[in-house]
């Protein structure tokens, strides 16, 4: 008879959070694992028993990912165990988060403009710059032309149904608030066409989750080494409720227009070279398909260098 093993669950964990360490303590119940071969990220464990391993790390270690939500401040990271060959043990990840209220100052002064948080009847929206692989917030406002400039927009669902982020339209200006003299960039128009990617690299990034959308910008010789602030319409929509004025569409060189979502419903695209007529956006809380959120990053400065 094949001999059931127990079920790896977080009651085997105990976190210990403090401000700038953490604490992981892992109790093993079965005899056949070996606890050495547990990983915190990167980290080997700081001691081992036979039935227990010990990690005391610092958050700055073992590829902790740090991020921003709403008024929290999370470090994330996974407990990996590495099954060697025919073990009876085999392979798992689990997740682990070290929560804490969002100081009020953690960002520098500067930085505090391009991570904000909007809200909307009980919608809450967040857009913001951030770091090259997207796992935190960006540690500058400075980007070289050419560059990647990484984007996230995201939505908390709360107690609605899954929800579907698209921008929407997003132009770069000169100036904080749009104005008739405003100098304006279009990035994305015609409902959710990222138009920049036909003349550069700029592309939306492959979905973790439809509550939120990532965009690399190339960073673009409008306003050269001034200050620039990029305007979106952040758009929280019903994910089956796709069509050709509610989309997310960047432009494949040598293949044409995709849709980020569904490749296979690409022809919601075909509009993005002529016009994509515009419907009224019904509200969620009506039992509707969506609400829209206008939503301002920046400054933000692109230098030749």
């Known amino acids: 008879m094949e001999q059931k093993l127990p079920t790896v669950s977080l009651t085997d964990m105990k976190l210990d959070c403090r401000p700038d360490y953490m604490t992981l303590v892992w109790t093993e119940s079965r005899p056949q694992a070996d606890t050495s071969l547990l990983r915190l990220g990167s980290c080997f464990p700081t001691s081992v028993t036979v039935r227990e391993a010990v990690f005391s790390v610092d958050l700055n270690d073992c ?8 008024n929290h401040l999370m470090y994330t990271n996974d407990l990996i165990y590495y099954s060697p060959p025919n073990s009876l043990i085999p392979s798992f990840t689990l997740p682990v988060v070290c929560a804490y209220e969002r100081p009020k100052d953690w960002f520098p002064a500067i930085y505090e403009p391009v991570f904000s948080t909007f809200n909307r009847d009980d919608l809450v929206f967040h857009f913001g710059l ?12 400075s980007f070289s032309l050419g560059s990647f400039i990484p984007i996230m927009a995201s939505v908390e669902q709360q107690h609605h149904q899954p929800l ?3 921008l929407d339209e997003c132009v770069a200006a000169t ?9 304006l960039y279009p990035i994305i128009t015609n409902k959710g066409c990222l138009m920049d990617s036909k003349t550069s690299r700029s592309k939306y990034e492959p979905r973790v989750k439809t509550s939120e959308i990532r965009l690399s910008l190339q960073a673009f010789k ?6 620039v602030f990029i305007h979106c319409n952040l758009v929280a929509w019903d994910p089956n409720a796709l069509d ?9 060189k040598d293949h044409g227009w995709e849709l980020l979502d569904h490749p296979t419903y690409s022809s919601y695209c075909d509009c ?13 809380a009506s039992g509707k398909h969506g609400v829209e959120r206008k939503a301002v990053l920046g400054p933000i400065t692109v230098t030749d260098s």
């Open 164 to 166: 579907l982020l698209l």
């Open 130 to 141: 951030m770091n090259a692989d997207f796992s935190g917030p960006a540690e500058s406002t």
């Open 244 to 252: 050709h004025t509610k989309k997310a569409c960047h432009y494949v």
């Open 272 to 284: 993005c070279e002529t016009s994509c007529k515009s419907r009224k956006t019904r509200s969620l």
């Open 63 to 70: 590829h902790f990912r740090r991020l921003v939500t709403g």
């Open 175 to 183: 100036t904080p608030e749009l104005q008739h003299e405003s100098n």
């Open 222 to 227: 409008f306003a050269l080494g001034e200050d």
